[in-house]
């Protein structure tokens, strides 16, 4: 029988197996940042244990540094200190760190590929959820917690119990692909098959829709994956993949030869079986908005916000969570999403701050002001998309429209650095989680794409960017 | 293992309600704790007591994959979650830490258990009873390994070789 290109990935990793028990993977690269690894570094010194491969692990500081003028000091005397102590630990371990003010520092899930770090069919690991974006190289990918951070820095390998693979196709072909793009697309998904769709399983992603897509594209597409419950989400590795990582600072010398291999090896065989199946047709879907308090509960731009009950379709526990959602973002039923205003906006994060999506973001918005009311912010993925957008001049777009052109980081994101919403806030940002406090304790979030965000900016709400020219 | 029961009846409960984001600086567990769940329920820290169990429904722990989630409600008290289902990230970290119990319930526990119903976890027979209101329900066993880990102390105490 066939076999899914994620068994096939599995199966070359694996350095322990018994029946009826997780399996011991073995480690092709580890990412590192400053916030779930202390404590790992920690644990390595009170054992007096050595980090197994140096040499396979890569770190930089990304979650809690300032996006501001990086010549400053930093104010915030425990954020300075998490920033210090992944200094002294990658010094003391020998681990290659990209700190603040490297060229090639920026959010762990944009350097990984943009370095040529993140490479087809290995495995890959990282103490952050959204480590599935790197599945869209044809790599597993998988988000862990400190004590699997500090298994995988002794020992290079994880235990872990074989998830199942869930095959998504995305079929057909969108009318308007700069204004229905990639973050559409999974935002529709996760709509459909719910925040724990995915639970246990690695999602293969498949079908015209996706081999459309741009690498960036795919990065946004795996890097949401986890917001179905999904262990991973992966894509095939294509020519455009292969291109993609071709000539990059990391990109191994051998790199020609391993192509070769990846192209016969690195795809689902025809008759390989998934334990689970979804199709998305694509042709007519609109631009997306989430309107609630995580990201399946979102809606087309066009529509207007369910009722709990059209929501919840008869599951009392949804319902709850449709009418907790409502009232923590102050919206009615009924209410349609163009007329939601909007105080700020954030394009980053790593699902949507490539330079792919800021060029997209610029379009909407060139020789245009934002909205008096509306305060917004683009924080670029890395240092490289920065410097690559200045270069393009895209940063004096963003700057002449009123928008604040910061340094790279995960910023607005998750809230743990100065970029946050007030209470009672409404944001329409380009990230992954619309949490209850998650850009900011009341703080209000809509999930979008790069191109809706930038018009919301303009028009002070949302409105449907299929009517606007784009090409 | 006694305990009361604190309930949040909806799906989803988020790491980032369960720890916000702004605390993740914070490497203090007893400190890290007084923000525990402070996103969703601000009278957390003030009611809950060493011992108790939260009760939730499904997807608990969805989102990031900050150890801080479980840590902080270890470190408030909290002994055990019983859930519908859990997000994966948050059940390998309570298990990798031996930090708190993650226990797969069905429906009949989620609806039966109120908020303060006093129960008892027996993990050996994989029955909860509700002492409270006089009723037993049947938990999800763990799996063997997660059994072996959780007995062990965590997943650095745990010795595989020795199986």
Not at chain 1, 288 to 309: F, H, K, R
Not at chain 1, 376 to 391: D, F, I, L, N, Y
């Amino acid at each position: 029988m066939g076999k899914t290109l994620f068994e096939k990935i599995w199966e070359s990793h694996i350095v322990v197996e018994k029946q009826n028990s997780p399996s011991l993977i073995y480690i092709d690269r580890h990412l590192v940042h400053e916030v779930t690894s202390p404590q790992a570094f920690e644990g390595l010194r009170i054992n007096n244990r050595k980090v197994r491969r140096p040499d396979l692990t890569i770190a930089t500081m990304d979650h809690n540094v300032p996006t501001t003028d990086r010549s400053l000091p930093i104010l915030d005397q425990t954020s300075s200190v998490q920033i210090q102590t992944l200094e002294k630990n990658c010094k003391d371990f020998g681990i290659k760190l990209f700190g603040i003010n490297s060229p090639n520092q920026g959010i762990v899930h944009v350097i990984g590929p943009q370095l040529g770090i993140t490479l087809p069919g290995t495995t890959i690991v990282c103490g952050d959820s959204h480590t599935s974006t790197h599945g869209a190289f044809g790599a597993l990918a998988l988000g862990i917690g400190t004590s699997d951070v500090e298994h995988v820095l002794a020992s290079q390998t994880m235990w872990l119990e074989k998830p199942k693979p869930f095959e998504i196709r995305v079929e057909g072909k969108r009318k308007n692909p700069h204004a229905v793009t990639a973050k559409d697309i999974v935002l529709s998904i996760i709509k459909n098959i719910g925040t724990g769709g995915g639970t246990g399983t690695v999602i293969e992603y498949r079908g015209e829709g996706i081999t459309d897509l741009s690498m960036e594209q795919r990065m946004t597409i795996c890097n949401m994956s986890i917001e179905a419950g999904a262990r991973a989400g992966l894509i095939a590795p294509d020519e455009k993949t292969f291109d993609y990582l071709r000539d990059r600072e990391y990109t191994p010398k051998n790199y020609e030869s391993l192509v070769d291999t990846w192209k016969d090896h690195l795809k689902s065989d025809s008759d390989a079986t998934f334990d689970k199946q979804f199709t998305l047709p694509i042709d007519d879907i609109a631009p997306q908005v989430s309107w609630g308090t995580n990201p399946g509960m979102t809606c087309d731009v066009t529509e207007s916000i369910p009722t709990p009950d059209e929501f919840s379709k008869g599951d009392v526990n949804q319902k709850k969570g449709a009418e907790k959602a409502l009232d923590y973002m102050d919206l009615k039923p009924g209410t349609l999403i163009e007329d939601i205003k909007i105080d700020r906006v954030f394009i980053g994060s790593c699902t949507n701050a490539r330079l792919e999506d800021l060029i997209e973001a610029s379009k909407v918005i060139k020789d245009q002001k934002i909205s008096p009311h509306v305060k917004a912010m683009v924080v670029p993925g890395s240092q490289m998309v920065k410097k690559q957008a200045e270069e393009m001049g895209l940063d004096k777009i963003f700057i002449n429209a009123n928008f604040e052109w910061r340094e790279a980081g995960c910023s607005m994101c998750l809230g743990m650095n100065p970029d946050i919403l007030s209470p009672g806030e409404r944001c329409a940002s380009t990230s992954n989680r619309n949490f209850e406090g998650r850009q900011g304790t009341g703080g209000r979030t809509h999930l979008v794409s790069p191109v809706m965000a930038a018009a919301a900016a303009i028009n002070g709400h949302f409105v449907d960017v299929r009517k606007m020219d784009l090409n | 293992m006694k305990g009361n029961v604190i309930k949040y009846d909806r799906d989803n409960i988020d790491t980032d309600v369960i720890i916000p984001g702004q605390y993740l600086k914070i490497h203090d567990y007893a400190e890290l704790a007084t923000h525990a769940m402070e996103g969703l329920d601000p009278d957390f820290h003030s009611k809950v007591k060493e011992g108790d169990f939260i009760l939730s429904g499904k997807n608990f722990g969805s989102g990031s994959s900050r150890e801080h989630a479980p840590i902080a409600l270890s470190h408030s008290g909290i002994k055990a979650v019983l859930a519908l289902s859990f997000a994966r990230i948050f059940y390998r970290n309570s298990v990798d830490g031996a930090f708190l119990l993650p226990i797969e319930i069905g429906q009949d526990a989620y609806d039966g258990i109120s908020e303060g119903d006093e129960i008892n976890i027996d993990v050996s027979s994989n029955e909860i009873q509700n002492i409270t209101k006089n009723q037993t329900y049947k938990m999800k066993p763990f799996s063997e390994i997660i059994g072996k880990i959780i007995a062990a102390g965590g997943l650095f105490k745990y010795k595989p070789d020795q199986d």
